[in-house]
């Protein structure tokens, strides 16, 4: 065999491999090899052709990046509209909406939807020519749109050529352009550190990376994709269900959101809105709504058109998460650490669904970066439950004669020094426990639902208790009476009796959470559960050198001198002293060797939905302390899923992975087996 037979054919098996591990890690989101592995493929492909270049073909993945730099952007003709949405923001908007569908259908009395996510992005046509990619635009008007193929073709979750048999001889693909909220941050980061410019959102990276002249910019730059329908198709047909469309686009390797779904009825499309709503903070890119489809595809063809949008299609769209307002002042707060955080006040702003007064700053770094200044008008941005932040200072409006803001050289709480190490971020007041601000924020997270759990023991509370000085350290709330606390104000006797039942309640802990209640810095939730593993009781961590500490894994040396640091401090021995004395109690922790054998150990395992007889927080402790880990989505690396009561998408993609699925009682059964009931 020839040197350039054998050449074509290893390209060949080559651009095969890559596309199915592109597919398999873009696609399926389930890669089967390391990105090394893939690096190796790429290399080798890369330098086959380079020695023969007869046999690059365009759609070769080495290809993505091949044109030379444009000088202007052409323009495309969609060979059927893209057309645009009519959008609903509230209830009735969609009531309205389904009940004309219903209407126009006469005789149907349930419909069924095909709902997604409604990305924040840019909407893109793709045409595929006999499987192959050929052309690529932005919606522009929805009938003309910019030719951005050559930066489409750098986008790695899109296929070159699509996979499998019997595609259309043409088919338009429909999808949103997006840059993922970790790729942003991430993007953001680098163009700053090197002084470039840096987007205000996701929305405005994904427009203007694809509107790059020069693809290999594009390329660099973490874009992403779903699809969500087809324009024109010809020599071929589709399904005839608008979620069938999606599945088949899925086989074809066309990425789609995993959260579509089909919804019954009316009650079904505003179930959907409320859940995805509930998850947006979560979601890994940004969205701005939902949308809802009829499912069936010979509906929408009898419901039709009206103007530039579809009669069988809805936008329901989130309330607003980015508004304009103005910066009335700027105060500081002072932090259970004795970390002082600007917070910018604002002229109240209806926002992401909620009136926004204050917006917070983080640090001095950040105030100086985004050069906030009284009187500046700034975007605000909230999203979830997230605490809403100022995104960008517009500062075409900055009124004459306003000052950079100084950090106070006294704590604005009780007058001690401000402190600020060289080279840190964080400024610190020197008060300590003399600081209430500070005591009240240690006692908040002590007392909080993943540290004590004390259901009662609010806000308002603890700082009547810090002022009157009733309370100093997290010791004196367990020598609390009746009297004491009925004598507050808005605690009669029955709130008062509620409270010292919940603290007698809160005797009863873990070793992880009473680590983690302390509030010893730089310690979260996951470090005090690795220090009480290795430890297993707090007795040897108390007298443990910070290089004893830093023998426990996962943990390094600024976290190893925070907690020796804290250990050997007086004041803290004396509180844990006293907490210990007026019953704080633990079971003592099994060390992580002596779980080896338990059926939890080395597995991964996934919670979804309801559980009767314990907490989702307790059920993740009994699995952590018997070597098992705990993870928050299902994958093909999890070992089981314990579905309770209205389980959702998790068990669904356990079932579609084959990942083994267990209910509460058998789970229960399980710990009993293991020792941990």
């Not at 009395?109 to 893109?124: H, S």
């Not at 024109?232 to 069938?244: A, F, K, L, N, Y």
């Not at 995993?258 to 979560?282: N, S, T």
């Not at 229960?668 to 293991?674: I, R, S």
Request: with cysteine; charged share 30%; glycine share 8%.
């Amino acid at each position: 065999m020839s040197a350039l037979r054998e050449a074509r054919e290893r390209a060949a098996e080559l651009r095969r491999q890559i596309e199915h591990h592109n597919y398999r890690y873009h696609v399926l989101d389930d890669p089967e090899v390391s990105d090394a592995e893939y690096d190796r493929l790429m290399h080798e492909l890369s330098a086959l052709e380079a020695r023969f270049p007869e046999i690059v073909t365009p759609e070769s993945p080495t290809q993505r990046v091949g044109a030379a730099p444009l000088a202007e952007f052409g323009e495309v003709r969609h060979r059927l509209p893209m057309l645009s949405l009519e959008n609903a923001f509230s209830e009735e908007d969609v009531r309205g909406f389904d009940r004309r569908v219903r209407e126009r259908l006469s005789g149907v009395e349930v419909v069924e939807y095909a709902a997604e996510p409604k990305l924040d992005g840019l909407a893109v046509n793709l045409l595929y020519e006999h499987g192959r990619l050929v052309a690529g635009a932005t919606r522009g008007d929805g009938t003309t749109g910019e030719d951005v193929t050559h930066n489409l073709r750098a986008i790695r979750a899109i296929p070159l050529h699509l996979r499998g048999e019997k595609h259309p001889r043409a088919l338009e693909a429909r999808g949103e352009v997006f840059m993922p909220m970790e790729g942003f941050e991430r993007f953001n980061a680098l163009a700053e550190s090197r002084g470039e410019k840096t987007f205000v959102n996701p929305r405005n990276a994904a427009a203007g990376s694809l509107r790059q002249l020069d693809p290999k910019l594009t390329a660099e730059r973490p874009l992403d994709i779903f699809f969500y329908g087809v324009g024109d198709v010809e020599g071929g047909s589709i399904p005839s269900r608008q979620s069938e469309i999606l599945a088949i686009l899925r086989k074809w390797g066309l990425k789609t959101s995993p959260e579509a779904r089909v919804v019954r009825g009316v009650e079904g499309c505003l179930g959907y809105y409320e859940e995805i709503g509930r998850r947006r903070a979560q979601l890994p890119y940004q969205i701005d709504g939902v949308v809802y489809k009829v499912d069936d595809v010979t509906a929408q063809q009898r419901l039709g058109f009206v103007s530039r949008a579809p009669r069988w299609a809805l936008a329901h769209k989130f309330p607003a998460e980015e508004e304009m307002t103005v910066v009335r002042g700027i105060e500081f707060q002072v932090g259970r650490t004795g970390a002082l955080t600007p917070v910018a006040r604002l002229e109240p702003v209806f926002v992401g669904g909620v009136t926004v007064s204050n917006a917070t700053l983080h640090n001095m770094d950040e105030v100086a970066r985004k050069d906030v200044r009284v009187g500046d008008t700034v975007i605000i941005r909230r999203a979830g439950d997230v605490i809403p932040e100022i995104v960008k200072v517009v500062k075409e409006r900055r009124p004459a004669r306003t000052a950079p803001v100084r950090l106070p050289e006294k704590c604005p709480e009780c007058g001690s020094a401000v402190e600020r190490v060289a080279d840190q971020a964080i400024a610190r007041c020197t008060g300590g426990l003399f600081c209430p601000a500070q005591r009240k924020e240690s006692l908040r997270h002590f007392a909080s639902r993943r540290a004590m759990d004390i259901e009662g023991l609010g806000t308002r509370l603890i700082d009547q208790m810090v002022t009157t000085e009733l309370v100093r350290t997290p010791a004196d709330l367990y020598t609390l009476t009746l009297e004491q606390l009925a004598g507050l104000e808005r605690m009669g006797e029955k709130s008062a009796a509620n409270l010292l039942d919940a603290l007698e309640r809160s005797k009863n802990t873990t070793l992880p959470r009473f680590l983690y209640a302390l509030g010893i810095r730089d310690v979260g939730e996951a470090t005090a559960r690795t220090l009480a593993a290795h430890c297993s009781d707090l007795d040897p961590l108390l007298e443990a050198s910070a290089e004893d500490i830093e023998r426990v894994p996962d943990i390094g040396p600024v976290i190893a001198a925070s907690v020796q640091r804290f250990f050997e401090q007086h004041h803290n021995r004396k509180v844990i002293q006293e907490l210990r004395r007026r019953g704080i109690r633990w079971p003592e922790v099994e060390p992580v060797a002596a779980t080896r054998h338990s059926p939890f150990a080395g597995k991964t395992w996934v919670l979804t939905g309801t559980l009767a007889g314990l907490t989702r927080e307790e059920a993740q402790e009994r699995i952590r302390a018997l070597g098992g880990t705990v993870s928050g989505s299902v994958s093909k690396k999890t070992d089981y899923v314990i579905a309770g009561a209205d389980a959702g998408s998790k068990l669904r993609k356990a079932h579609d992975l084959g990942v083994k699925v267990m209910d509460e009682r058998e789970f229960v059964e399980l710990l009993a087996k293991a020792g941990s009931t």
